[in-house]
């Protein structure tokens, strides 16, 4: 069973940063990509970064310019360095994993708890 486990979430004030970490139990490795994820009260769960095994990255378009997603593969963790926060960045964010599971491209997602991040004003 795979389990990822987020940590750094916090109180920052706006226009601060602050990074998140995830560790997983497996070798990173073994995952097509890892990103993060992020909920806001009360609105749907949005895309905030991912990279790719390959070390590719892509980025919602709220994380684009502000936000950077780094691999550790010594230390099986993924990391997101989060600048420029804003009130509107305060949400719980979620590690994830992708694994690729046939050829034809069927994956499996796997998912962190979560760790809530508030940014005050």
């Known amino acids: 069973q795979v389990q990822l486990v987020e940590s750094g979430g916090g109180l920052v004030q706006a226009g601060g940063s602050l990074t998140l970490s995830c560790t997983a139990s497996?070798?990173?490795?073994?995952?097509?990509?890892m990103g993060w994820h992020r909920q806001a009260h009360g609105k749907a769960r949005e895309l905030v970064a991912v990279?790719?095994?390959?070390?590719?990255?892509n980025y919602g378009y709220s994380a684009q310019g502000r936000f950077s997603i780094s691999r550790d593969s010594a230390q099986n963790a993924v990391h997101l360095k989060m600048n420029s926060l804003t009130p509107e960045d305060t949400a719980v964010y979620y590690c994830?994993?992708?694994?690729?599971?046939?050829?034809?491209?069927?994956?499996?997602?796997?998912w962190g708890q979560g760790t809530l991040v508030t940014v005050s004003s």
């Open positions: 990279i790719t095994s390959g070390g590719t990255t």
């Open positions: 994830t994993a992708r694994r690729v599971v046939n050829v034809e491209g069927a994956y499996r997602d796997f």
């Open positions: 497996k070798s990173i490795s073994s995952f097509d990509s």
